[in-house]
DNA sequence: CACTCTATGTCAGAGTACTGACATGAGTCA
DNA sequence: TGACTCATGTCAGTACTCTGACATAGAGTG
């Protein structure tokens, strides 16, 4: 079914199954985030500022894959909620080094636990050769899409 | 680095790699759809369309990962821009059957001759075992998220 | 020093996708 | 037949993320 010459097929595409996998795993997040009052992105940037205290802006929104206008906002309401702290002025450029306060601390070790029980239970069934094989060719389409542009 | 009892370490997180995989395909997909006026959504639903025509707007919004919403005011979009068609009432129930115009074909030709060039260059550097290593890797996160509900 | 390039933080506006809500049609069951 | 359940199409409002634009700070170069 489906002239296979003319279009993608989308039932052996493997960008389709990785964008498939990639919403199923949003979803289940987002499910059981969403009690907590916190998003993906929210959780993510506690996340890195817990693993890299003074992470900047730009370096957050990079590491949350959005825009650094999308992490400024999102930084600013966590500011207020007093979540993290950013020094008034740049000690040297216009970096702000960002940092979780004990309250935006005890708020991802709830998310943490919500969190871990997703990746888990994504990780059922998979043995361990699988899943550092799944590491392997993960690693390969990031590297190839993302410096595959000049070479053509 | 970063305590390992604490939270999810993101270095080894398959959770996060897939969300990255995920991030990088997008904007590649984007950048070559942007000269096209295409956006990823967009160029999934004309795809969909051209291998299983008579979908209706639900249908394309699951095959999409959209809402069924999201994907109704798209189709509004591409029905008033000449690129399907739809019949006024519906023949049974209220399910409206959605076709390609020969003008939508000739758009999706166009997006599609993109896409593959980034679908290749992701698969570059992948032999035919890991590609199918990927495919059954990809499946079982998938149905792992999707029914690990209520059994846990 | 002046010039250029790059990176950063930030504000404003636009676009996209979502949740909530409603009406309608089909199927099931008593 | 009537009540119930489910899926669908659609409208409206909200939330999130993006692009565009600007000013500023540091590094490199003449």
Redesign the pocket.
Known sequence: MSQDGAGINLETSLGYLLKEASSALRAAM?EVLRPLGM???HYSCLELLAQRPGL????L?RGA??????M?????TLEREGHVT?PAE?R?????PTRLTPRGRRSLEKATVAVRSVEDRMLAGMTETERSGAFRILRSMIHSLRDGNDSA
């Open positions: 987002e998003s993906v992105t900047s802006n730009s370096e929104a894959f959005v825009t650094r206008q999308t400024n906002v999102l930084l600013q950013r740049a040297v450029g216009k970096v702000l």
